[in-house]
Nanobody, 124 residues
Framework: QVQLVESGGGLVQAGGSLRLSCAAS????????MGWFRQAPGKEREFVAH?????????YYADSVKGRFTISRDNAKNTVYLQKNKMKPENTAVYYC????????????????WGQGTQVTVSS
């Protein structure tokens, strides 16, 4: 059974930093690309970042987070991370990780399994 479990959410002040983790189990982690998405109240789920599956992992970001967020993965720990710096109140959302077997995509429906999400709240 595939499971993705996010952690690391919480309350942070604007300008602060937070690192989210997503621990995967149930299949060979290094064979899958990973993505982070977020969903704010009343809004659709939106793409945040993507990292390819193995080797010299390539990364992709939404324009709104480029230069502030960094996605990385540790295949030995079956974990993907999202380092968030210079956070803004508009970054408040539930953050989800998801996995996907294929090339880069920012479409949520192209991802296979999802975690339960972790709440991130940025105060002004």
């Amino acid at each position: 059974q595939v499971q993705l479990v996010e952690s690391g959410g919480g309350l942070v002040q604007a300008g602060g930093s937070l690192r989210l983790s997503c621990a995967a189990s149930g299949r060979t982690f290094s064979n899958y690309a990973m993505g982070w998405f977020r969903q704010a109240p009343g809004k659709e789920r939106e793409f945040v970042a993507h990292i390819t599956w193995s080797g010299g992992s390539s990364t992709y970001y939404a324009d709104s987070v480029k230069g502030r967020f960094t996605i990385s993965r540790d295949n030995a720990k079956n974990t993907v991370y999202l380092q968030k710096n210079k956070m803004k109140p508009e970054n408040t959302a539930v953050y989800y990780c998801a996995d996907q077997r294929g090339g880069y995509t920012d479409r949520a429906r192209s991802y296979d399994y999802w975690g339960q999400g972790t709440q991130v709240t940025v105060s002004s």
